[in-house]
């Protein structure tokens, strides 16, 4: 096939052997700077996107996507609410509760939470919790048996395990009189303990809603409805379209009013990260730039022939451009490839170094994973991938035109 002179000459350049190899020895550190700051870059990427999806699932896994209040402070009549609901294709769970701010007592050990009364069976809809009961069983949560289910660090806090009796003081209950500070207070039962792995599990619990509706003394209505949408970074929107759904008559919010700052900040911790690290890339394309120089020096009175043979400035620029986008495609591909194999089994690799040096990289009692999360996304290949060819193609520039300026009869003088 035949090829256009300018990339004919530029690929014969690239592979020819040249007389300065310390030309050729820039030449490849430029490839591999390029590959290794593509690696690092996609893995890099792809720890921080598992541990932002590990974040999302565990957090969003027990907070609701969206919430429906009454203006009133309770919900009456939820069932027709969520029948309502239901009809948008985006709902995928509804779950009502009753809410408060409770004290929870234990063996002189006290510490401040929130309980929820839940019906169990309608719990697995919307929450994480109830496949991650490692102790009891949620559906221990009986009408009428004054049950509760505890948070892995609140039990710890509290000092109280499956088959305890933990008081709790409603504190919204709470009423003054001349006897003092009087607070309606209820035994419990502990029938389970869940382990989420995020903050909920310090001072969250659950009741029967039944249970919680007699505590607090309320004859009708919930706190609210809390529901699970299928695409959660959505729910802005989904909560938009309930709103109209159910007319305006209720009080609709979503989980980025509660959590939304800290996704905000992971993802600008990744925008930072893809922009430090993208310097890596771009101090091994001044390599690029400094092999390419030293070829055009070298290449002086090749480029004087080809120019009166004929040959254009901008023939000239191309060739010398090819040389140098040859060698950063190479190291682009070499590094795209690495680092989607580095990104695949990283964590298999570093389960095999705690496993045989018998260390922990991500001790359990410190870090809310104890793995080291990977999630390789294909755009972010594809955008680092382009990013880093396109700054090679950029650093070709100066030097190409360096050589298309040369003039002939300058450079054969001391031939």
Sequence with gaps: M???????????????????????????ISMIGIALGVMVLITVMSVMNG??????????GVSPHVLVQDYSGELKDWQAVEKQVKQNSQILGASPYIQSETMYRHLGLSQ????????????????????????????????GKY????????????????????????????????????TRSKRFTVVGIFDTKSEVDQGLAFVHMDD??????????????????????QAYDTAYELNTLLEGNYMLSDWTRQHKTLFNAIDMEKKIMFILLIFIIAVAA??????????????????AILRTLGASPSSVMKIF??????????????????GVLLATYLPDIVSWIETTFEVRVFPQNVYFVNFLPTHLLQEDVIKIGLSAFAISVLATIYPAWKASRIQPAEALRYE
């Design 2 to 28: 035949k090829l256009p002179f300018s990339l004919f000459v530029g690929l014969r350049y690239t592979r020819a052997k040249r007389r300065d190899r310390f030309i050729s020895l820039i030449s490849i």
């Design 51 to 60: 541990f932002e999806r590990e974040l999302r699932d565990r957090i969003l």
């Design 112 to 143: 401040v939470g929130i309980v929820q009364g839940i019906l169990p069976e309608k719990l697995s809809e919307v929450s994480v919790v109830p496949e991650n009961v490692i102790a009891g069983d949620i559906n221990a949560l009986e009408k």
């Design 147 to 182: 049950n509760i289910i505890l948070g892995s660090s609140l039990s710890r806090q509290l000092a109280a395990g499956v088959g305890d009796k933990v008081t709790l003081l409603i504190l919204s209950q709470t009423k003054m009189s001349l006897a003092g500070i009087n």
């Design 212 to 233: 919680a509706a007699s505590v607090l003394r309320i004859k009708e209505g919930i706190t609210a409805l809390q529901l699970k949408t299928e695409d959660v970074m």
């Design 286 to 303: 001044f390599n690029i730039v400094t092999s390419l120089v030293m070829l055009v020096k070298e290449k002086q009175a090749d480029i």
């Design 321 to 338: 451009m090819t040389s140098g986008v040859v060698n950063g495609f190479i190291g682009t591909v070499i590094g795209v490839v690495l």
